[in-house]
């Protein structure tokens, strides 16, 4: 339930505790270059006629759960664990990104800037930075498949072009198939104008729980 718990602040009641919602990264900040914030707006004008919906990323995995699924797990103490991507309190250090998924449920696109604080080889993003991108973009659209949790069992990826730190790029993923509790997966990591393919990659994720049936692939 929800109440003031002041300040004008309105939190979620649980346990007793007064719990002000989470902040949802997923929007521009200090730290967003001017391209990270035009493709953003360019992509919130597209999710206008309902085909795309843009999804809100919090610090914790914990606050990404239905509340009732919070409730049961308890109050955290401490500063708890952090999501990977979202491990620095700096604005545009590290991973600055938002997702949107596509209607149908079997397509997402992951819009990225990767920070100084991902570099690699001089002025470039560490390949484990991309990988990163990469598993997070395919796995939010096998957990949307799936509607239920979600491992990776493989990732595969092709690396075509060296990223530049600071650059911003668009990571598409697509179901390809879905047997049983495999879906297999694909992923392409492009500039904003879709000039420059940085990386593609296969995955293959397993849900835990084999309750949902087969889709088809995506459009």
């Not at 397509?107 to 080889?121: A, D, I, S």
Request: glycine share 10%; hydrophobic share 40%.
């Amino acid at each position: 339930m929800w109440r003031s718990c002041g300040a004008g602040v309105r939190a979620v009641v649980a346990h007793g505790l007064c719990r002000v919602p989470p902040t949802d990264l997923a929007v521009p900040n200090a730290g967003w270059s001017v391209a990270m914030r035009e493709q953003f707006q360019h992509l919130l004008r597209r999710a206008a006629d309902g085909s795309w919906r843009r999804i809100p990323s919090y610090r914790r995995g914990l606050d990404h759960l239905p509340e009732v699924l919070q409730m049961v797990v308890g109050p955290v103490t401490g500063p708890g664990p952090r999501l990977f991507l979202r491990n620095l309190d700096a604005e545009g250090a590290g991973f600055e990104y938002a997702i949107f998924l596509h209607a149908s449920g079997h397509r997402t696109q992951c819009l990225c800037q990767l920070g100084p604080y991902l570099e690699g080889h001089h002025g470039f993003a560490h390949g484990g930075a991309i990988a990163t991108l990469i598993d997070t973009t395919v796995g939010t659209c096998a957990l949307a498949v799936a509607k239920t949790s979600v491992v990776t069992a493989k990732l595969s990826i092709s690396y075509l072009a060296p990223m530049p730190v600071g650059a911003v790029v668009v990571a598409d993923s697509c179901m390809e198939r879905h047997e049983g509790r495999k879906i297999f997966l694909s992923c392409h990591v492009r500039d904003t104008k879709g000039d420059t393919l940085y990386a593609e990659a296969t995955a293959l994720f397993i849900q835990v729980e084999d309750t949902k049936p087969s889709l088809a692939a995506c459009p």
